[in-house]
Nanobody
Framework: QVQLVESGGGLVQPGGSLRLSCLASGSRFSIGSMGWYRQAPGKQRELVAIIGGGGSTNYADSVKGRFTISRDNAKNTVYLEMNSLKPEDTADYYC???????????WGKGTLVTVSS
């Protein structure tokens, strides 16, 4: 069993930056891919960024060039560095980790990011 705890959400002005962290904890597990999803009011949940076990990354078109996903395997942590934030980035951000065995997807409870003046 794996537990995920996100941190770093909050209020930031347009053009500002924020760094989200997600720590995975549990007994005897290995992690495959790690990613971040978000859900804005009235919108569907969408993939923001994902990083594979080999380090490959993919980003939603809306955040390319502004967000960077990274991981620290020694700390079982995934990060999302968000720069040049826009009001449309406002959403609940959720951490997702594929881990095992048996391998399955785990979700964090979410952290709110609000971009406003």
């Amino acid at each position: 069993q794996v537990q995920l705890v996100e941190s770093g959400g909050g209020l930031v002005q347009p053009g500002g930056s924020l760094r989200l962290s997600c720590l995975a904890s549990g007994s005897r597990f290995s992690i495959g891919s790690m990613g971040w999803y978000r859900q804005a009011p009235g919108k569907q949940r969408e993939l923001v960024a994902i990083i594979g076990g080999g380090g490959s990354t993919n980003y939603a078109d809306s955040v390319k060039g502004r967000f960077t996903i990274s991981r620290d395997n020694a700390k079982n942590t995934v990060y999302l560095e968000m720069n040049s934030l826009k009001p449309e980035d406002t959403a609940d951000y959720y951490c997702n980790v594929f881990a095992g065995p048996p391998f399955k997807n785990y979700w964090g409870k979410g952290t709110l990011v609000t971009v406003s003046s």
